[in-house]
């Protein structure tokens, strides 16, 4: 039998303590009734009232949230398309630069992809007069255009697991390619096609870098707000609003989290039931 | 029942017309704002500053083809030293990532299947959150006068003589801070793939060459060890390619005397206005970047076939 893994038991509970004792201090001190952020003034919930009652920031969280999205609607409508695209169709002109184009903007680092979305959209201002002022809608496309890849590398990586049998099967039972595409196919990625959107959503609503390159006056995002305040120090009510993004995130993956589980569970069972119906 | 296969979906598809659409959208759409984009940056690396809107010039009284900045690379002191920098900083997050992930992914492969998964869960977690708090989490606790700092303040006094005793610790602002919150935001990068590897590996390997008589640690080099190692090039680079190119980390917890390429990169092109040169420079960053990329492209097809291929 194995021996029992102290040491690596050891190393899991450090790394879990690294994980998690930042992201803890940062709450604690969310409830410091002190004006500097680091040294305990006693128990309060001003910095919640504080930040509640910024119209600011609740500003640039719906703008980021409605950047979010829009984007991530798109982003994952587009990534399904390639997924199935890169999975189903073989060959097709042009498949290797396809790839290419939706492997690169992930390892892309972001400030290049910042810089070269805003030379792309002063140049188009300059030669078309579009976009007349960057803000919302340059944002959303730059935001389309890097989570996209993130959702075609999840339905691609889901299309070719998938048991390509049973699309035949159906079309052999005389069901119309749409209805292959839509009872089928769709389905057994539907898991995939979701966590995609969710992954989407997560990078548009937490992006900076690229967000700072093509926002424009006026459109503050939630993360930008963050940067120009955090670049100046630590300061209380942030600790407020990650207290409040850390609760709100850790429900809502453990929510997706089983709603998945779930869906797929389902799945699982319906696709053990057809077939030993069969026998 | 496969006689004839008359019908497949994707044989239909593009006999209607549709897998045109369905290949085209995002085809184009990535050809128009990644791939444009790109060549516009690849354009503008050969330009000349100008002082013009957008402040580039070619043609005309500016040659077309400007080497200034390809050669400012490699004869400005400040362009060799981020880029060594960068390297250098990215590499130690990388090791030490795979210091502390190796044995905790081990560690996860090795705790009952209840609890794995919900360990997993609170690996992946702090990845959904936002990545911006999590280095201010820590720039709260490096801070001069958060309780890390002088919990570290005070047994460091203890263990060291008298006069060597400090008021607080200078961690901020250092490429030391660099390099831990690098450590603490990619270390999920580092986990996932190698317990992934690790998941796969047959105990009955390691119970054989236990019954052989091998010690632990000798079955960990011999057995473990080489199997997993497409899985730690593969965390290794997820973590080492967004590192070399990382931006909010140094700007936010860095020194600015030393500065990262990622941080050049901005500053040419938001402070300097000077296109040319950040062009220049992020195209030695991709430069630099293929190969690592090349690599893990290699082996994320083998630690996805999984070990010993």
């Known amino acids: ?241 990650a207290t409040i993004t850390v609760v709100v995130v850790g429900i809502g993956v453990a929510l997706a989290g089983w709603v998945m589980h779930r869906a797929e569970k389902r799945r699982l069972a319906d696709e053990r039931m057809a077939f030993s119906s069969n026998d | 029942m496969s006689v004839s296969r008359p019908f497949s979906i994707a044989r239909w598809f593009h006999r209607r017309g549709w897998s045109d659409l369905i290949i085209g959208l995002p085809y184009g759409w990535l050809l128009l704002l990644f791939l444009l984009p790109f060549l516009i940056v690849l354009a503008m690396s050969v330009g000349s500053q100008a002082p013009t809107a957008p402040p580039v010039g070619f043609g005309g009284e500016y040659p077309w083809i400007n080497p200034r900045g390809y050669q400012r690379l490699f004869t400005d002191d400040l362009y060799i030293r981020s880029f060594l920098i960068s390297l250098m900083n990215a590499g130690l997050a990388t090791l030490l990532c795979l210091g502390l992930g190796y044995p905790m992914a081990l560690g996860l492969t090795r705790v009952a299947k209840s609890w794995r998964n919900i360990l997993l869960m609170l690996v992946i977690l702090p990845f959904w959150t936002s990545f911006l708090l999590r280095v201010y989490a820590w720039m709260g606790l490096m801070g001069k006068s958060s309780w890390f700092n002088q919990l570290l303040t005070d047994g460091w006094n203890l263990l060291v003589p008298v006069d060597w005793a400090v008021k607080s610790i200078p961690m901020m602002h250092s490429n030391f801070a660099v390099v831990l919150v690098m450590v603490y935001t990619y270390l999920p990068f580092m986990i996932l793939p190698l317990y992934s590897s690790l998941e796969r590996l047959d105990p009955t390997l390691d119970e054989a060459a236990m019954d052989l008589g091998s010690r632990p640690f000798r079955v960990f080099l011999d057995v473990t060890l080489p199997q997993s190692v497409p899985g730690i090039i593969a965390g290794g680079l997820l973590v080492f390619i967004p590192a070399a190119g990382e931006l909010v980390i140094p700007t936010l917890v860095g020194d600015a005397s030393t500065p990262m390429i990622g941080r050049v990169i901005a500053d040419e092109f938001n402070s300097a206005r000077d296109w040319p040169m950040a062009s220049a420079v992020a195209v030695a960053l991709l430069v630099l970047m293929v190969g690592p990329t090349m690599l893990y492209s290699r082996y994320q097809a083998r630690a996805e076939e999984g070990p010993g291929k």
């Open chain 1, 1 to 241: 039998m194995r021996r029992s893994p102290v040491f690596l038991i050891t190393v899991l509970c450090f790394g879990f303590a690294f994980f998690y004792i930042p992201i803890l201090s940062m709450m604690v001190y969310s409830f410091n009734g002190s004006r500097l952020a680091t040294v305990w003034g006693g128990f309060s919930t001003k910095w919640y009232v504080s930040l509640l009652s910024n119209k600011q920031v609740i500003a640039a969280a719906l703008l980021s949230f409605k950047i979010a999205v829009v984007s991530a609607t798109f982003a994952t409508i587009l990534g399904t398309m390639a997924g199935f695209a890169l999975s189903r169709f073989r060959k097709f002109r042009g498949r290797t630069l396809f790839s290419g184009l939706v492997t690169a903007p992930l390892i892309m680092p972001e400030v290049i992809t910042g810089i070269s979305m805003l030379m792309f959209f002063i140049l188009t201002a300059n030669w078309i007069g579009w976009p007349g002022a960057r803000g919302f809608s340059t944002i959303t496309l730059a935001h389309i255009t890097f989570s996209m890849v993130f959702v075609t590398t999840i339905v691609q990586a889901r299309l070719g697991q998938a048991d390509r049998a049973i699309e035949e099967a159906a079309m052999d039972l005389g069901s119309r390619p749409w209805q292959v595409l839509w009872d089928v196919t769709l389905p057994t990625a539907f898991t995939a096609i979701l966590s995609g959107w969710l992954l989407a959503f997560t990078i548009s609503l937490d992006d900076v870098v690229i967000t700072s390159f093509t926002t424009g006056p006026g459109s503050t995002t939630l993360p930008l707000l963050i940067w120009s305040k955090v670049k100046l120090g630590v300061t209380p009510d942030i600790n407020a609003l």
